[in-house]
């Protein structure tokens, strides 16, 4: 498990180098559910360098990605699960804010997460049998913080709509932080800067860093408290697991 966590961390950061070579092309970009739900050729090519070198070295393994209706589940054998770029409004209108992601899987079992924030440079990475790290500063479980001392990250139409009690959970801490994409919002769950994030998102989305946030005292959990299904979109949110009982008090 080891030389394949080793291989994935030298790929993301290849992806993330593919990536900031073909981002000042004359990309194309194409909308898919709605206006603001947009997609760019550099999203596709990224994904299929990002198949192409998984499957050359491990062949028999399988792939759940974000694009071109990639699907395997996640239950069934080796199962890498892609994000090639997560925030592309983001990436479209400024260039940074986006990150690369990849989670892999044995059975249904997480192994292994990584979230790449291309333009900072940051990898966070680890879950399963591997510590956890933010390049090289190794993460430190969850240290109890007071909701009046904390930070909320969420979906902003979400939070303006008060859906299942956003808006009332935000008014009991400091405020709220939106970043435009899951993989940003929830590395900064994870490395403390955020208390939790809410959102309506997808299994590649929420992936890496529901196995990365399990090594340091996070759960990526449905509002009601569930698992999530690992196949379609949900309303998740990653907290803290001796928080878990605190906000959900105010998610009715």
Do not use: C
């Amino acid at each position: 498990m080891k030389t394949k966590f080793t291989f994935a961390k030298e790929l993301i950061r290849q992806a993330g180098q593919f990536v900031k070579e073909h981002m000042t092309d004359s990309y194309q970009i194409e909308e898919k559910t709605r206006f603001d739900d947009l997609v760019t050729s550099v999203d596709k090519a990224t994904q299929d360098f990002l198949i192409q070198h998984i499957l050359e070295k491990y062949p028999d393994d399988h792939i759940f990605a974000e694009e071109n209706n990639v699907r395997h589940p996640i239950s069934d054998g080796h199962v890498w699960v892609l994000d090639p770029i997560d925030g592309t409004v983001n990436f479209i209108v400024q260039d940074e804010q986006f990150a690369i992601m990849i989670a892999y899987f044995e059975d249904g079992v997480g192994q292994f997460g990584l979230i790449y924030d291309v333009m900072t440079d940051t990898l966070f990475s680890g879950g399963g049998p591997f510590d956890v790290y933010a390049n090289e500063k190794k993460l430190a479980p969850y240290k109890d913080t007071p909701l009046e001392l904390s930070l909320i990250g969420s979906n902003a139409s979400m939070f303006a709509k008060n859906y299942h009690g956003i808006h009332d959970l935000v008014d009991k801490t400091l405020g709220i932080r939106v970043y435009g994409g899951a993989g940003i919002s929830m590395s900064k769950v994870l490395s403390g800067k955020l208390l939790a994030y809410i959102s309506y998102i997808q299994p590649w989305d929420y992936a890496a860093a529901m196995i990365i946030g399990e090594k340091i005292g996070y759960r990526l959990l449905t509002l009601d408290g569930q698992a999530p299904d690992m196949t379609t979109r949900q309303t998740v949110m990653l907290v803290p697991v001796s928080k878990l009982e605190t906000i959900q008090k105010y998610l009715t």
